[in-house]
T-cell receptor
Framework: AQTVTQSQPEMSVQEAETVTLSCTYD???????LFWYKQPPSRQMILVIR??????QNATENRFSVNFQKAAKSFSLKISDSQLGDTAMYFC?????????????FGKGTLLTVNP | GAVVSQHPSRVICKSGTSVKIECRSL??????MFWYRQFPKKSLMLMAT?????????EQGVEKDKFLINHASLTLSTLTVTSAHPEDSSFYIC??????????????????FGAGTRLSVL
């Protein structure tokens, strides 16, 4: 079974600064996907970024980028130029490719607060 | 991204009654949908996987007779909480798996989420 660990229950950052959220995972699979989702106070889960394990290049989406280290099983999220709207719970998630119905395994989440 | 609609957003019911929650994929077909439960300040707990045209697959510890799932079409899955009790009060979230390809690349396999339903059982 896969496990996803987010070791930072809470983090805070000043507006316009950069913050990195950590995520490690444990799997014996070679082909999988990794995701970061954010859940703002509205509780709507929003996909932030996605990475396929077979791709060496780190995914980027505007101010969001990841540092994917496959050998170390690490998948951190960097948020640049933090904005107040980035305040949310962030969940790291793992999906095995070809697994039973492509289920997501979530970490426990990191609550990020962006301060003005 | 794709849109998943979940209804109702909030429901309050009396103990012993049943409540139905709908999850619809609005602009794509979803052969697979998922139902989660989330406790305050906690992560999402997968309850069951809903496959169009077949029986749902429940996670260990989830009562299939209490949480009835129907996935009758490629765009609609429903979760019915039967004989609800106060301990069933929670936030329920659905997601739908988008397996379309884009730009000729590998299947996306992204799950898009509904906005959730807050169930309060009195």
């Amino acid at each position: 079974a896969q496990t996803v660990t987010q070791s930072q229950p809470e983090m805070s950052v000043q507006e316009a600064e950069t913050v990195t959220l950590s995520c490690t995972y444990d799997t014996s699979e070679n082909n999988y996907y990794l995701f970061w989702y954010k859940q703002p106070p509205s509780r709507q889960m929003i996909l932030v970024i996605r990475q396929e394990a077979y791709k060496q290049q780190n995914a980027t989406e505007n101010r969001f980028s990841v540092n994917f280290q496959k050998a170390a099983k690490s998948f951190s999220l960097k948020i640049s130029d933090s904005q107040l709207g980035d305040t949310a719970m962030y969940f790291c998630a793992f999906m095995k490719h070809g697994g039973s119905n492509y289920k997501l395994t979530f970490g426990k989440g990191t609550l990020l607060t962006v301060n003005p | 991204g794709a849109v998943v609609s979940q209804h109702p957003s909030r429901v309050i019911c009396k103990s012993g009654t049943s409540v139905k929650i709908e999850c619809r994929s609005l602009d794509f077909q979803a052969t697979t949908m998922f139902w989660y439960r989330q406790f305050p300040k906690k992560s999402l707990m997968l309850m069951a996987t809903s496959n169009e045209g077949s029986k749902a697959t429940y996670e260990q510890g989830v009562e299939k007779d209490k949480f009835l799932i129907n996935h009758a079409s490629l765009t609609l899955s429903t979760l019915t909480v039967t004989s609800a009790h106060p301990e069933d009060s929670s936030f329920y979230i659905c997601s739908a798996r988008d397996r379309r390809t884009r730009s000729g690349s590998w299947i996306e396999n992204i799950q898009y989420f509904g906005a959730g339903t807050r169930l309060s059982v009195l």
